[in-house]
Protein backbone atom coordinates (compact mmCIF):
# COMPACT_ATOMS: atom_id res chain seq x y z
CA UNK A 1 0.00 0.00 0.00
CA UNK A 2 1.61 3.38 -1.16
CA UNK A 3 2.39 5.71 2.09
CA UNK A 4 0.42 8.61 3.17
CA UNK A 5 3.37 10.76 2.57
CA UNK A 6 6.86 10.30 1.17
CA UNK A 7 8.86 8.60 3.36
CA UNK A 8 12.22 8.26 1.38
CA UNK A 9 14.52 4.78 1.69
CA UNK A 10 13.63 3.50 5.12
CA UNK A 11 16.13 0.86 4.95
CA UNK A 12 18.93 3.16 3.97
CA UNK A 13 17.65 6.34 6.61
CA UNK A 14 16.24 4.74 9.70
CA UNK A 15 13.98 6.76 12.12
CA UNK A 16 15.90 8.13 15.32
CA UNK A 17 13.54 8.02 18.36
CA UNK A 18 14.52 11.04 19.89
CA UNK A 19 13.80 13.11 16.75
CA UNK A 20 10.70 11.44 16.49
CA UNK A 21 9.93 12.49 20.06
CA UNK A 22 11.29 16.20 19.46
CA UNK A 23 8.74 16.77 16.55
CA UNK A 24 5.76 15.66 18.60
CA UNK A 25 6.65 17.65 21.61
CA UNK A 26 7.41 20.54 18.90
CA UNK A 27 4.33 20.15 17.24
CA UNK A 28 2.62 20.28 20.67
CA UNK A 29 3.91 23.25 21.59
CA UNK A 30 4.27 25.36 18.77
CA UNK A 31 7.48 25.88 19.68
CA UNK A 32 11.23 24.74 18.81
CA UNK A 33 12.80 25.93 21.18
CA UNK A 34 10.97 25.11 24.28
CA UNK A 35 10.54 21.49 23.17
CA UNK A 36 14.21 21.54 22.68
CA UNK A 37 15.24 22.59 26.05
CA UNK A 38 12.70 19.56 27.44
CA UNK A 39 15.32 17.40 25.58
CA UNK A 40 18.33 19.03 26.68
CA UNK A 41 18.66 20.51 23.00
CA UNK A 42 19.92 24.12 22.25
CA UNK A 43 17.16 25.71 19.83
CA UNK A 44 20.01 25.17 17.11
CA UNK A 45 20.34 21.52 17.68
CA UNK A 46 16.91 20.93 18.20
CA UNK A 47 16.27 22.36 14.92
CA UNK A 48 18.77 20.71 12.99
CA UNK A 49 17.51 17.27 14.18
CA UNK A 50 14.05 18.25 13.03
CA UNK A 51 15.36 19.24 9.59
CA UNK A 52 17.39 15.84 9.60
CA UNK A 53 14.00 14.29 10.41
CA UNK A 54 12.48 16.02 7.35
CA UNK A 55 15.51 14.95 4.82
CA UNK A 56 14.93 11.65 5.70
CA UNK A 57 11.02 11.70 5.53
CA UNK A 58 11.45 13.53 2.34
CA UNK A 59 8.53 15.52 3.71
CA UNK A 60 8.23 19.27 5.28
CA UNK A 61 6.49 18.47 8.80
CA UNK A 62 6.73 21.86 10.05
CA UNK A 63 6.36 25.56 8.80
CA UNK A 64 8.73 28.13 10.76
CA UNK A 65 8.16 31.46 10.66
CA UNK A 66 10.30 34.15 12.93
CA UNK A 67 7.77 33.87 15.41
CA UNK A 68 5.93 30.68 15.31
CA UNK A 69 5.81 27.26 13.54
CA UNK A 70 2.65 25.16 12.64
CA UNK A 71 2.43 21.91 11.40
CA UNK A 72 2.26 20.70 7.82
CA UNK A 73 -0.90 18.67 6.44
CA UNK A 74 2.39 15.90 6.14
CA UNK A 75 3.33 16.81 9.32
CA UNK A 76 0.02 16.22 10.98
CA UNK A 77 -0.49 12.42 9.20
CA UNK A 78 3.37 12.07 10.22
CA UNK A 79 2.60 12.54 13.71
CA UNK A 80 -0.39 10.41 14.03
CA UNK A 81 1.61 7.73 13.00
CA UNK A 82 4.98 8.56 15.45
CA UNK A 83 2.81 8.96 18.57
CA UNK A 84 1.57 5.43 18.07
CA UNK A 85 5.06 4.41 17.38
CA UNK A 86 6.49 6.29 20.94
CA UNK A 87 3.41 4.63 22.85
CA UNK A 88 5.04 1.18 21.23
CA UNK A 89 8.89 1.68 22.05
CA UNK A 90 7.94 2.71 25.61
CA UNK A 91 5.99 -0.32 25.57
CA UNK A 92 8.91 -2.21 24.28
CA UNK A 93 11.53 -0.22 26.43
CA UNK A 94 8.87 -1.07 29.82
CA UNK A 95 8.61 -4.95 28.95
CA UNK A 96 12.11 -5.17 29.31
CA UNK A 97 12.18 -3.79 32.45
CA UNK A 98 9.61 -6.52 34.01
CA UNK A 99 11.74 -8.92 32.13
CA UNK A 100 14.83 -7.72 34.47
CA UNK A 101 13.17 -7.28 37.01
CA UNK A 102 11.63 -10.48 37.30
CA UNK A 103 11.97 -13.87 35.77
CA UNK A 104 9.32 -13.95 32.80
CA UNK A 105 9.03 -15.41 29.35
CA UNK A 106 9.90 -18.78 27.68
CA UNK A 107 13.05 -21.20 29.13
CA UNK A 108 14.60 -23.74 26.57
CA UNK A 109 16.11 -25.97 28.34
CA UNK A 110 17.84 -28.81 27.22
CA UNK A 111 19.84 -31.84 29.62
CA UNK A 112 20.38 -35.76 29.49
CA UNK A 113 16.99 -37.63 29.41
CA UNK A 114 18.27 -39.97 32.30
CA UNK A 115 19.26 -37.13 34.37
CA UNK A 116 16.05 -35.08 33.29
CA UNK A 117 13.51 -37.98 33.91
CA UNK A 118 15.01 -38.75 37.43
CA UNK A 119 16.04 -35.23 38.73
CA UNK A 120 14.81 -32.81 36.87
CA UNK A 121 11.11 -33.07 35.65
CA UNK A 122 9.94 -33.81 38.89
CA UNK A 123 10.97 -30.56 40.29
CA UNK A 124 9.75 -27.95 37.25
CA UNK A 125 5.88 -27.92 38.55
CA UNK A 126 7.20 -26.44 41.48
CA UNK A 127 10.29 -23.95 39.72
CA UNK A 128 6.85 -22.99 37.47
CA UNK A 129 4.96 -22.76 40.82
CA UNK A 130 7.32 -20.14 42.39
CA UNK A 131 7.83 -18.14 39.25
CA UNK A 132 4.10 -17.98 37.74
CA UNK A 133 6.06 -15.63 34.56
CA UNK A 134 7.77 -18.62 33.14
CA UNK A 135 6.56 -21.62 31.04
CA UNK A 136 9.33 -24.06 30.42
CA UNK A 137 10.43 -25.84 27.01
CA UNK A 138 12.14 -29.30 28.06
CA UNK A 139 14.39 -31.24 25.38
CA UNK A 140 15.61 -34.50 26.88
CA UNK A 141 18.70 -35.89 24.45
CA UNK A 142 21.15 -37.30 24.73
CA UNK A 143 23.18 -35.74 21.89
CA UNK A 144 25.00 -32.45 23.02
CA UNK A 145 23.01 -29.62 21.44
CA UNK A 146 24.54 -26.48 19.86
CA UNK A 147 22.76 -23.67 22.01
CA UNK A 148 22.91 -21.17 20.01
CA UNK A 149 22.05 -22.50 16.86
CA UNK A 150 19.23 -24.29 18.54
CA UNK A 151 17.76 -21.01 20.62
CA UNK A 152 18.67 -23.16 23.48
CA UNK A 153 18.45 -21.10 27.00
CA UNK A 154 20.18 -23.04 29.18
CA UNK A 155 21.84 -26.75 28.79
CA UNK A 156 22.72 -29.36 31.73
CA UNK A 157 25.35 -31.38 31.09
CA UNK A 158 27.51 -33.77 32.69
CA UNK A 159 31.26 -34.41 32.51
CA UNK A 160 34.21 -32.20 31.37
CA UNK A 161 33.69 -28.99 29.67
CA UNK A 162 34.61 -29.00 25.75
CA UNK A 163 33.38 -25.74 24.77
CA UNK A 164 34.90 -22.86 26.15
CA UNK A 165 33.02 -20.35 24.91
CA UNK A 166 30.11 -21.11 26.43
CA UNK A 167 29.61 -20.08 30.64
CA UNK A 168 29.42 -22.62 32.68
CA UNK A 169 28.30 -22.95 36.52
CA UNK A 170 28.37 -26.07 38.74
CA UNK A 171 25.17 -27.18 39.75
CA UNK A 172 26.13 -30.36 42.01
CA UNK A 173 28.92 -33.20 41.83
CA UNK A 174 28.67 -36.03 40.16
CA UNK A 175 29.88 -39.01 41.90
CA UNK A 176 30.69 -42.00 40.01
CA UNK A 177 31.04 -46.10 41.24
CA UNK A 178 32.23 -49.20 39.80
CA UNK A 179 28.83 -51.40 40.76
CA UNK A 180 27.20 -54.49 40.10
CA UNK A 181 24.96 -57.13 41.59
CA UNK A 182 25.63 -58.97 44.98
CA UNK A 183 24.66 -61.81 42.89
CA UNK A 184 27.21 -61.36 40.02
CA UNK A 185 30.00 -61.00 42.33
CA UNK A 186 28.84 -64.33 44.03
CA UNK A 187 29.25 -66.41 40.86
CA UNK A 188 32.15 -64.32 39.34
CA UNK A 189 34.27 -63.07 42.07
CA UNK A 190 34.91 -59.51 43.65
CA UNK A 191 37.76 -57.81 41.88
CA UNK A 192 40.39 -56.71 44.64
CA UNK A 193 42.37 -54.34 42.25
CA UNK A 194 41.45 -52.24 38.73
CA UNK A 195 43.38 -54.41 36.98
CA UNK A 196 41.66 -57.61 37.93
CA UNK A 197 38.45 -55.93 35.83
CA UNK A 198 40.18 -57.33 32.45
CA UNK A 199 38.53 -60.92 33.71
CA UNK A 200 35.14 -59.46 34.27
CA UNK A 201 32.03 -58.88 31.30
CA UNK A 202 32.13 -54.99 31.89
CA UNK A 203 29.11 -52.99 30.57
CA UNK A 204 30.29 -50.07 28.19
CA UNK A 205 28.93 -46.79 27.77
CA UNK A 206 29.35 -45.79 23.95
CA UNK A 207 33.37 -45.59 23.70
CA UNK A 208 34.12 -45.49 27.11
CA UNK A 209 36.51 -48.61 27.42
CA UNK A 210 39.39 -47.13 28.96
CA UNK A 211 38.84 -46.80 33.21
CA UNK A 212 41.30 -44.84 34.85
CA UNK A 213 42.19 -45.04 38.31
CA UNK A 214 44.08 -43.69 41.09
CA UNK A 215 46.62 -46.15 42.61
CA UNK A 216 49.32 -45.51 45.52
CA UNK A 217 51.73 -45.84 42.35
CA UNK A 218 49.48 -43.05 40.01
CA UNK A 219 47.07 -43.14 37.88
CA UNK A 220 46.44 -46.48 35.64
CA UNK A 221 44.40 -47.09 32.79
CA UNK A 222 42.54 -50.29 32.54
CA UNK A 223 40.89 -51.60 29.04
CA UNK A 224 37.63 -53.05 29.94
CA UNK A 225 36.00 -55.17 27.71
CA UNK A 226 32.57 -56.89 27.19
CA UNK A 227 29.47 -58.02 25.35
CA UNK A 228 27.08 -54.91 26.24
CA UNK A 229 27.88 -51.73 24.99
CA UNK A 230 25.16 -49.20 24.65
CA UNK A 231 24.83 -45.37 24.60
CA UNK A 232 21.99 -45.02 26.95
CA UNK A 233 22.54 -45.20 30.52
CA UNK A 234 19.84 -46.53 31.82
CA UNK A 235 20.18 -49.81 29.90
CA UNK A 236 23.64 -49.91 31.75
CA UNK A 237 21.80 -49.73 35.17
CA UNK A 238 18.70 -52.09 33.67
CA UNK A 239 22.08 -54.77 32.80
CA UNK A 240 24.30 -54.05 36.36
CA UNK A 241 20.54 -54.79 37.89
CA UNK A 242 19.49 -57.91 36.25
CA UNK A 243 23.47 -59.57 37.57
CA UNK A 244 25.53 -58.84 34.27
CA UNK A 245 28.11 -57.40 34.72
CA UNK A 246 30.43 -54.26 36.47
CA UNK A 247 29.89 -51.37 35.53
CA UNK A 248 30.62 -47.33 35.93
CA UNK A 249 27.62 -45.53 37.02
CA UNK A 250 26.72 -41.93 38.20
CA UNK A 251 25.49 -42.17 41.64
CA UNK A 252 22.38 -40.08 40.59
CA UNK A 253 21.71 -42.95 38.27
CA UNK A 254 21.92 -46.14 40.82
CA UNK A 255 21.32 -44.54 44.18
CA UNK A 256 18.27 -46.45 44.95
CA UNK A 257 19.88 -49.40 44.23
CA UNK A 258 22.51 -48.90 45.82
CA UNK A 259 20.48 -47.85 49.30
CA UNK A 260 18.52 -51.04 49.05
CA UNK A 261 21.16 -53.20 48.35
CA UNK A 262 20.33 -54.06 45.14
CA UNK A 263 23.92 -52.70 43.72
CA UNK A 264 27.03 -52.89 45.51
CA UNK A 265 30.49 -50.65 44.72
CA UNK A 266 33.38 -52.14 43.83
CA UNK A 267 37.51 -50.94 44.21
CA UNK A 268 35.88 -47.93 46.40
CA UNK A 269 39.53 -47.95 47.73
CA UNK A 270 40.77 -46.56 44.08
CA UNK A 271 39.20 -43.49 43.30
CA UNK A 272 38.50 -42.61 39.42
CA UNK A 273 41.14 -40.89 37.85
CA UNK A 274 38.46 -38.21 36.43
CA UNK A 275 36.56 -35.88 38.19
CA UNK A 276 33.39 -34.41 37.11
CA UNK A 277 30.23 -32.63 37.38
CA UNK A 278 27.10 -31.86 36.41
CA UNK A 279 26.82 -28.30 35.41
CA UNK A 280 24.24 -25.35 33.93
CA UNK A 281 25.82 -24.34 30.42
CA UNK A 282 24.20 -20.97 29.18
CA UNK A 283 25.64 -18.94 26.43
CA UNK A 284 26.99 -15.90 27.30
CA UNK A 285 27.09 -14.07 30.55
CA UNK A 286 26.53 -10.58 29.20
CA UNK A 287 22.97 -9.92 29.63
CA UNK A 288 21.58 -13.42 31.31
CA UNK A 289 17.81 -13.18 31.41
CA UNK A 290 16.58 -13.74 35.46
CA UNK A 291 14.63 -16.78 33.67
CA UNK A 292 17.72 -18.41 33.27
CA UNK A 293 19.50 -17.99 36.50
CA UNK A 294 16.45 -18.46 38.62
CA UNK A 295 16.30 -21.84 37.23
CA UNK A 296 20.15 -22.29 37.43
CA UNK A 297 19.58 -21.01 41.25
CA UNK A 298 16.46 -23.20 42.14
CA UNK A 299 18.02 -26.63 40.82
CA UNK A 300 21.17 -25.70 42.74
CA UNK A 301 19.53 -25.48 45.88
CA UNK A 302 17.56 -28.12 44.95
CA UNK A 303 20.10 -30.25 44.60
CA UNK A 304 22.21 -29.07 47.55
CA UNK A 305 25.97 -29.96 48.01
CA UNK A 306 26.72 -32.83 48.59
CA UNK A 307 23.26 -33.86 46.47
CA UNK A 308 20.94 -35.58 48.30
CA UNK A 309 20.85 -38.55 46.21
CA UNK A 310 24.50 -39.45 47.79
CA UNK A 311 23.06 -38.37 51.33
CA UNK A 312 22.95 -42.09 52.58
CA UNK A 313 25.49 -44.13 52.15
CA UNK A 314 26.51 -46.65 49.61
CA UNK A 315 26.07 -49.99 50.05
CA UNK A 316 29.99 -51.46 49.55
CA UNK A 317 31.40 -54.62 48.66
CA UNK A 318 34.34 -55.40 50.90
Known amino acids: MASEFPVGDLSRDRLDLLDVALFVRAAALANVSSAGREFGLSAAAASARLAGLERTLGARLLHRTTRRISVTQEGEVFAQHARQLLDSAEAARASVGRALAEPFGRLRVTMPSSLGRQH ?41 LKDSTLVARKLASNRRVLCASPAYLEAHGTPRHPADLAQHECVILADQRDWGFVTPTGVIDVRVSGRLVTDNGEVIRDALAAGFGIGLKSTWSVAPLLHSGELVTV ?32 LAAQFGEPPYWDAEPARVMR
Open 267 to 298: LDDYPLAETVAIWAVYPSRVFVPPKTLALVDF
Open 120 to 160: VSPLIPAFLRQYPGVSVDLRLTDQVVDLVDAGIDLAIRIGA
